[in-house]
Nanobody, 121 residues
Framework: QLVESGGGSVQAGGSLRLSCVAS????????MAWFRQSPGKERQWLAV????????DVWDSVRGRFTISADTAKNEVNLQMNNLESEDTGIYFCAADTDRSAVIMGRGRYWGQGTQVTVSS
């Protein structure tokens, strides 16, 4: 019900745009978030947005480089990532829930399968 795309390999300093398309019951959920699972690290919350695109927030450590947006007509949430660093390498997941705190804390009801991002220096 959540399908990510847009991952790939890029050199440091490059950009990628990830997309997450929601379908089915997920479209009724109000908060969608992006997470990153880097090798040897816990899954990290990156950004959250309402599916109406009326409010959003981004983790301080990536603010200024990552931007979250939503296309309500397409039921799609995007993560624009600029000036990528090797530390950004990992699997990126989107998640959804009606509870903002739950989705930010990694307890969202719905999860995508993830998309791999590899940044080489």
């Amino acid at each position: 019900q959540l399908v990510e795309s847009g991952g790939g390999s890029v050199q440091a300093g490059g950009s990628l745009r990830l997309s997450c398309v929601a379908s089915g019951d997920v479209r009724r959920h109000y908060f969608m978030a992006w997470f990153r699972q880097s090798p040897g690290k816990e899954r990290q919350w990156l950004a959250v947005i309402t599916n109406s695109a009326t409010a959003s927030d981004v983790w301080d450590s990536v603010r200024g480089r990552f931007t979250i947006s939503a296309d309500t007509a397409k039921n799609e949430v995007n993560l624009q990532m600029n000036n990528l660093e090797s530390e950004d390498t990992g699997i990126y997941f989107c998640a959804a829930d009606t509870d903002r705190s739950a989705v930010i804390m990694g307890r969202g009801r719905y999860w995508g399968q993830g998309t791999q991002v590899t940044v080489s220096s």
